[in-house]
């Protein structure tokens, strides 16, 4: 399996070249050059698995020869070891057909504990095979910069920049993020600034060649192809248990940089029965404009109870525009 840009020009890299890469050279995101494929009888062939062992299974066709299953399994068990709930993304029943998927287990409350816990051992698993050192450089609107800093705290060869608009994550995030005493984490406020600023920055500094010709940069946003692969497993996890392949399952998902719901489009295209996906937005609706009606010109960002949900350019949308227009 390798991984090419969606913009075309960057060079083709293998899944541990795109993990610590990040962001493509050339400004573009990395997906896979085809998508793996699972028949109904494999997919059934799933059902009973614990979450590790399943995480493995689905992850294996994306990571080539950059990892044996038996290392893969050895890292999701690890990963997933520290979760709150021993199902990691547990099911509670809401009525006869609703269900609602808790993606809150991980050690920071956040549902990018899923995807990061394992992040964060795939860096160090890559990294300590040579004598380089990652710098990641990362946009939060809370959520990501926590669960990103306790997954690489403290971590051998990483060390982790994150920026936050001042005054727009909660306080428990803000928290978790300030007052983590390892050396190698340091997170930055940024003054009169919303999230799209935020990463605004983190992909100047991905394109900016004085600026990766000194540092080894790497991210762990959802522009990250590795984080994104992780979030699919949760989507067979639902599946399986409400009957997947025999059958069909939708799923809602609020979403603002479109890496969750994109992670339920992989799903289907793998060969999950997913009857639809439902975008669900607050205000900040530019994901319902561009779907609705095909616009996507950027507003201002305003202020919700939703920090996550709070951006007008959804970075993840650029994945599927490349694999829906071919």
Same mark, same amino acid.
């Given at each position: 399996?390798?991984? !090419?840009s969606?913009?075309?020009?960057a060079?083709?890299?293998?899944?541990?070249? &795109?993990?610590?890469?990040?962001l493509?050279?050339d400004g573009g995101l990395?997906?896979p050059?085809s998508?793996?494929?699972?028949?109904e009888a494999?997919?059934a062939?799933? &059902?009973g698995?614990?979450? +590790?062992?399943?995480?493995?299974r689905?992850?294996?066709?994306?990571?080539?020869?950059s990892?044996t299953?038996?290392?893969?399994? #050895?890292l999701?068990?690890?990963?997933? $070891?520290?979760?709150?709930?021993k #199902?990691?993304?547990p099911?509670?029943?809401?009525?006869?057909?609703?269900?609602?998927?808790?993606l809150?287990h991980?050690?920071?409350?956040?549902?990018?504990?899923?995807?990061?816990?394992?992040?964060?051992?795939?860096?160090?698993?890559?990294?300590?095979?040579g004598?380089q050192?990652?710098? !990641?450089?990362?946009a939060?609107s809370?959520d990501? $910069?926590?669960?990103a800093i306790d997954?690489?705290?403290?971590?051998?060869?990483?060390d982790?920049?994150?920026l936050?608009?001042?005054?727009?994550?909660?306080?428990?995030?803000?928290?978790?993020?300030?007052?983590v005493?390892?050396?190698?984490v340091?997170?930055i406020?940024i003054?009169?600034s919303?999230?799209d600023? &935020?990463? &605004?920055?983190?992909?100047?500094?991905f394109?900016?060649? #004085?600026m990766?010709g000194?540092?080894? !940069?790497? +991210?762990?946003n959802?522009?990250?192809?590795?984080?994104?692969?992780?979030?699919?497993?949760y989507?067979?996890a639902?599946?399986?248990?409400l009957?997947a392949?025999?059958?069909?399952?939708?799923?809602?998902?609020?979403?603002?940089?479109?890496?969750?719901?994109?992670?339920g489009y992989v799903? +289907?295209?793998m $060969?999950?029965?997913?009857e639809?996906?439902i975008?669900?937005t607050?205000?900040?609706d530019?994901?319902?404009r561009?779907l609705?009606?095909?616009?996507?010109?950027?507003g201002?960002?305003?202020?919700t109870a #939703?920090?996550?949900?709070?951006?007008?350019?959804?970075?993840n949308?650029?994945?599927?525009?490349f694999?829906?227009g071919?």
């Amino acid at each position: 399996m390798d991984y !090419i840009s969606t913009r075309g020009s960057a060079p083709a890299l293998d899944f541990e070249g &795109a993990t610590l890469a990040g962001l493509a050279s050339d400004g573009g995101l990395y997906v896979p050059r085809s998508w793996p494929r699972f028949s109904e009888a494999e997919i059934a062939g799933m &059902a009973g698995l614990s979450y +590790a062992e399943l995480a493995a299974r689905v992850m294996l066709p994306f990571v080539g020869d950059s990892l044996t299953h038996e290392r893969l399994l #050895a890292l999701t068990t690890q990963a997933y $070891g520290r979760f709150a709930h021993k #199902a990691v993304t547990p099911l509670r029943q809401l009525d006869e057909q609703q269900w609602l998927l808790e993606l809150f287990h991980g050690p920071t409350l956040a549902f990018k504990d899923v995807a990061l816990q394992l992040l964060g051992l795939l860096f160090e698993e890559f990294l300590g095979r040579g004598d380089q050192n990652l710098t !990641i450089v990362g946009a939060t609107s809370g959520d990501t $910069g926590s669960a990103a800093i306790d997954a690489v705290a403290g971590r051998a060869k990483v060390d982790i920049f994150m920026l936050h608009p001042k005054g727009r994550v909660s306080d428990v995030q803000r928290r978790q993020m300030t007052t983590v005493l390892a050396p190698n984490v340091h997170n930055i406020a940024i003054s009169g600034s919303s999230f799209d600023d &935020a990463q &605004a920055m983190v992909k100047r500094m991905f394109n900016d060649p #004085a600026m990766t010709g000194r540092f080894n !940069i790497g +991210a762990v946003n959802s522009i990250n192809w590795a984080r994104l692969m992780a979030q699919v497993v949760y989507y067979f996890a639902a599946g399986l248990q409400l009957g997947a392949p025999h059958r069909a399952v939708a799923f809602s998902v609020p979403t603002g940089n479109f890496g969750d719901v994109f992670a339920g489009y992989v799903a +289907a295209k793998m $060969g999950l029965p997913v009857e639809r996906l439902i975008v669900a937005t607050n205000v900040n609706d530019i994901l319902h404009r561009a779907l609705s009606s095909g616009d996507y010109s950027a507003g201002t960002v305003t202020p919700t109870a #939703a920090p996550s949900m709070d951006i007008q350019v959804s970075s993840n949308f650029e994945r599927l525009l490349f694999d829906v227009g071919g």
